[in-house]
């Protein structure tokens, strides 16, 4: 009888012990996330700052007469939106998309970019030829 309690103290022991290992290697776990996500807020925290201040920028810079076109407004806002888009994609992955979905989206970002550049490159060209 004393060897089976004598072997059940050595097989829990390691049991505890393996049980000690995979506890810290969670909590240490449990940090690093918890700090890659804080660095992770910082980033679109910044971004959004960006985002502010170059619309805030872009209507200083109009009122302060600037810009010499529409399109140069234009560009400008096309440039911030684009920035927008980044951190709501952003924003978006970390929450709510798989890696499957993630590659069809971007699939589809790339056509609807393809499709908005040629109607740009269409608009320009027949602006040209109107002498717009």
């Not at 390691?14 to 890659?36: A, F």
């Not at 790339?110 to 499709?115: D, G, H, L, Q, S």
Request: aromatic share 10%; charged share 25%; hydrophobic share 40%.
């Amino acid at each position: 009888m004393e060897k089976i309690f004598f072997w059940w103290s050595i097989i829990s022991t390691v049991v505890n012990v393996v049980l000690l290992y995979v506890s810290i290697w969670q909590i240490l776990e449990n940090r690093s996330q918890k700090e890659r996500s804080k660095s992770q807020v910082k980033i679109w925290m910044q971004d959004a700052q960006g985002i502010k201040f170059a619309l805030g920028r872009t209507v200083r810079d109009n009122l302060d007469k600037r810009y010499s076109t529409t399109d140069d407004v234009c560009n400008t806002v096309w440039a911030i939106e684009s920035m927008a888009q980044a951190l709501y994609q952003s924003l978006y992955e970390e929450r709510c998309v798989d890696e499957k979905e993630y590659k069809v989206m971007q699939k589809e970002f790339a056509e609807i970019a393809k499709k908005n550049t040629i109607i740009q490159q269409a608009t320009s060209s027949i602006e040209k030829t109107k002498g717009i």
